[in-house]
């Protein structure tokens, strides 16, 4: 059977064009791709994605603040307050909006949903990743809160280690990085997987 690779996440691992880091670095370990992110999500999403069975995994953990909606398949971050008008997110005839407005406003606590987060990556660490056998690295996009037992944690940010672009229709840019950081990191990736000190 061919080795496989999944990425996790949300849209920092969404895009699997040709310059995007998820392309580059499957295609140098030889490995098809099974999963990708989605761009918006929660860190829920990796729970519902995640195959044990993918020889390598790659998981982008996004900011604790998002909150998923499970019935809508959607999450909510806190940069809905930047939308003075509905959008094609959120269109005008979606309650969602002007609940997710009321909800940032005088609900939402970030150090609260930092340990929520924290105490459910421990979960997920030790309750799933301790029985799978896939070769895993974490990368944290917004802000490293937990330190994996199972799999290579990546100490610095995305976002604090590369410039990000916002520009999602244009074909120079893959997974928010530019084509030069997109193969900086497949490369960097790759260094990991084979790493015998790390993945034996």
Not at 114 to 125: N, T
Not at 139 to 146: C, H, M, T
Not at 155 to 162: K, N, S
């Amino acid at each position: 059977m061919p080795d496989t690779i999944q990425f996790c996440g949300d849209s920092c691992c969404a895009d699997t064009d040709d310059n995007a880091w998820t392309t580059i670095l499957a295609k140098k370990l030889g490995a098809i791709i099974i999963g990708k992110g989605k761009g918006g999500t929660a860190h829920e999403y990796v729970f519902k994605t995640f195959n044990p069975n993918a020889t390598y995994t790659v998981i982008s953990w996004t900011e604790a603040s998002r909150v998923h909606v499970p019935d809508r398949d959607l999450d909510i971050s806190p940069a809905v307050q930047a939308y003075s008008t509905p959008n094609d997110i959120f269109p005008v005839t979606d309650k969602l909006w002007p609940a997710a407005m009321v909800y940032y406003k005088y609900i939402h606590n970030t150090s609260y949903a930092e340990l929520r987060q924290q105490r459910e990556l421990y979960w997920f660490d030790q309750a799933v990743l301790s029985q799978s056998k896939t070769k895993i690295i974490h990368i944290f996009i917004f802000k490293n809160l937990y330190t994996f037992t199972h799999g290579y944690t990546f100490e610095i940010p995305y976002t604090t280690r590369f410039e990000i672009y916002d520009e999602a229709s244009n074909d120079l840019y893959s997974n928010h990085l530019n084509h030069k950081d997109n193969k900086l990191l497949a490369d960097e990736l790759y260094s990991k997987f084979t790493d015998p000190l790390l993945f034996s």
